[in-house]
């Protein structure tokens, strides 16, 4: 019968990748973390909206949101069969 060897027969090396701890420990730096992982992402308010911005250029048709889906062409072409029908 072949040697099966356990997890407790392997030596694992030592993680380098940590960072040593020093002496000091900086308080601002723990707070200035602590702060970021606590406020949200996308601070948000009830009065806030969002403002639509046009980039157009001179004597261009501005684009429609519904001619940017990628199926607006097909539904236009369904519309458009189901009215011949």
Not at 15 to 39: G, H, K, N, Y
């Amino acid at each position: 019968m072949p040697d099966i060897k356990t997890t407790d027969d392997v030596e694992k090396p030592e993680d380098d990748a940590l960072e040593p701890l020093s002496d000091v420990i900086d308080l601002t730096a723990v707070m200035t973390e602590a702060l970021t992982l606590a406020l949200p992402d996308y601070p948000r308010s009830e009065d806030a909206q969002l403002d639509q911005t046009e980039f157009i250029p001179d004597g261009a048709d501005p684009i429609r949101e519904e001619e940017t889906k990628p199926f607006a062409g097909l539904a236009a072409l369904k519309d458009k069969l189901d009215k011949d029908q």
